[in-house]
């Protein structure tokens, strides 16, 4: 093996190792990115011969960037248009890319509505789905237009939590509607649909009775109840829960 080859094999590990950290890097500066996946830098080494039989390394190069195709997290962004998908999945979009017309796909979630009604991605690109004409669904995807759909709201009818409550902790002193903060163990709070399509926080209480057993009280502002009392809490509902030793 010359000098040269050998400088050769040195300069490849700088180059290939200077590429794996670009592809760090435009992780790192992508970690805000929606529906972003980053890579992984996959090397490959570089026969160069062979020498009494043995072989002669040449040095090493940067294979190919692996995407890594992992669900990432889903979070609220206060537009009503945003989805995202949970698991395997993509969204399929239509419209113009580099010139060509056609279908493409996306886990980029960020949608809006054009002046027409249609759900559009960043670029301008229709949001495709089944559509349903007269409760009939469509064969075949299109185009998804909402603008000129309307649909009746529906009241919260079922809420769901879940947290960990400390059966530990210190009873609170009797349960009073005018000061909840002190006469209660933990305090959450849910978001509620009217039959309007009004939301409404709900604050709801924990309080520690001992011997695991809970109590929780709903409360809302009374300002957002009939006859009720602007930023006064009132309460809407309340109820027990029971614990065996296990939890």
Do not use: C
């Amino acid at each position: 093996m010359s000098i040269t080859n050998s400088l050769y094999i040195g300069v490849s590990g700088l180059t290939a190792h200077g590429d794996a950290i670009s592809t760090v890097g435009d992780n790192i500066a992508n970690t805000s990115t929606i529906g972003f996946k980053r890579s992984r830098a996959s090397f490959n080494d570089v026969l160069g011969g062979e020498l009494g039989g043995q072989r002669l390394g040449g040095g090493v190069y940067l294979g190919h960037n692996q995407t890594i195709w992992e669900q990432g997290p889903i979070t609220q962004t206060g537009n009503p248009m945003d989805v995202g998908i949970s698991g395997g999945g993509m969204f399929v979009v239509r419209g113009n890319h580099g010139g060509r017309d056609g279908q493409y796909y996306t886990r980029d979630g960020r949608f809006q509505l054009d002046n027409q009604g249609y759900m559009v991605n960043q670029q301008g690109m229709r949001l495709q789905g089944y559509t349903i004409t007269n409760g009939t669904r469509a064969m075949s995807i299109g185009d998804l237009q909402l603008g000129a759909k309307q649909s009746p709201p529906l009241p919260t009818t079922t809420a769901k939590m879940t947290m960990n409550l400390d059966a530990n902790s210190a009873v609170p002193p009797p349960w009073d509607p005018t000061n909840p903060n002190a006469t209660s163990s933990y305090a959450t709070s849910i978001t509620v649909t009217d039959s309007l399509g009004a939301s409404h926080k709900v604050e709801v209480y924990f309080s520690n009775q001992g011997g695991g057993n809970f109590e929780w009280h709903a409360m809302v502002d009374g300002g957002e109840l009939t006859g009720g009392v602007a930023v006064t809490q009132s309460e809407i509902g309340r109820g027990s829960l029971s614990f065996s030793a296990s939890g």
